[in-house]
């Protein structure tokens, strides 16, 4: 079946031009990630949509960082006034959290959209 | 708060040769443990997982065991393919509390011929 992906998959910005990335969760998973992944480093976690339930923000790194999810699915990660600093590979993930053993799911990865801000 | 820790690489190894990937975690309770794999221009995906003390996760001859005791969750191969080399992430996801997994910056592994 289709696996999670993202679009665009490579995006080149000027600084201080805004950007928005999509991601579409495979069908019927209710919990959706978003995280950054800059050259040499781990994943930073920026969100975490689940369900109907406000979104934990806590990763987000500053307020020119915003992310919806409409309708339970397709979700947008916009960048206001990029940076320099902002580029890296933002990664989408979904699972299927349940209310028990939620903390034991795999997470599926998509591809990934590489931003490169100039 | 909690946080994972990998071994630096690239590890560079010969084909068939033995692997050890160390990975150590901080964490409160009893987290679920994770291994990733992220082959060249794909996203990650899982390889192995373990949710509870003493289990072992394998696939595709992988192996990991959740050791309690010394807070670690060691990737093992005994012999690895040229098709083996990626960058491995050890991850974790708390025991309670928030459902935000954390990460390890990723081990990346070289097989030549």
């Known amino acids: 079946g289709a696996g999670v992906s993202q679009s665009p998959s490579n995006k080149v910005t000027e600084k201080g031009k805004d950007v928005e990335l999509r991601c579409d969760p495979i069908s019927g998973h209710t919990a959706l990630y978003w995280y950054r992944q800059s050259l040499g480093q781990g994943l930073e976690f920026l969100i975490y949509?689940?369900?109907?339930?406000?979104?934990?923000k806590s990763g987000l790194p500053s307020d020119r960082f915003s992310a919806e999810r409409t309708g339970g699915s397709v979700s947008t990660l916009t960048i206001q006034r990029t940076q320099q600093e902002d580029s890296a590979v933002y990664l989408c993930?979904?699972?299927?959290?349940?209310?028990?053993?939620?903390?034991?799911?795999?997470?599926?990865f998509g591809p990934g959209t590489r931003l490169l801000v100039l | 708060g909690d946080s994972v820790t990998q071994m630096e690489g690239p590890v560079t190894l010969s084909e068939e040769a033995f692997l050890t990937i160390n990975c150590t975690y901080t964490a409160t309770g009893y987290p679920s443990l994770f291994w990733y794999v992220q082959y060249p221009g794909e996203g990650l995906q899982l390889l192995l997982k373990a949710t509870k003390a003493d289990d072992k996760g394998s696939n595709k001859g992988f192996e990991a065991t959740y050791r309690k005791e010394t807070t670690s969750f060691h990737l093992e191969k005994g012999s690895v393919q040229v098709s083996d080399s990626a960058v491995y992430f050890c991850?974790?996801?708390?025991?309670?509390?928030?459902?935000?997994?954390?990460f390890g910056r990723g081990t990346s592994l070289i097989v030549h011929p």
């Open positions: 993930a979904s699972s299927l959290a349940r209310t028990s053993g939620a903390r034991q799911e795999t997470q599926y």
């Open positions: 949509f689940q369900g109907n339930s406000a979104p934990d």
């Open positions: 991850a974790l996801t708390p025991s309670g509390g928030s459902y935000i997994p954390t």
